[in-house]
């Protein structure tokens, strides 16, 4: 068995901290897509099953809050990306010879 120090022990996990995070943030852009395509979805099946005007409101209400999820995960997703290639762009910088 070989033997480790303990810089080696403080990297490990530092990277198993920064993929539980990592991992975090794609749940939780994932729940907004899935909570947006189940309103959106379940909004237009009240729309398709009744016809009548509260049918209508609330169909268009589930459509509306499936949009609003639907844009806020991507939005979420954008902003998770751009912050990740700001980090990752700012941690290199030091060793660029360029």
């Known amino acids: 068995m070989s033997e480790s ?5 403080e990297s490990y996990r530092t990277n198993l901290a ?8 794609e749940r939780t852009i994932l729940s907004h897509i899935r909570t947006g395509f189940a309103s ?4 237009v099946a009240i729309f398709g099953l009744f016809g009548d005007l ?3 409101l609330a169909g268009g209400f589930f459509v509306l809050v499936g949009l609003v999820f639907l844009v806020t995960g ?3 997703y954008v902003r998770s990306n751009r912050r990740t290639r700001e980090l990752i762009e ?8 360029w």
Do not use: I, K
Not at 18 to 25: C, K, N, P, V
């Open 5 to 9: 120090t303990p810089g080696d022990h």
């Open 18 to 25: 920064e993929e539980q995070t990592r991992l975090a943030r």
């Open 40 to 43: 959106f979805l379940f909004g």
């Open 54 to 56: 509260p049918s209508n």
């Open 74 to 76: 991507w939005v979420s």
């Open 90 to 97: 700012e941690f290199e910088r030091p060793f660029r010879r």
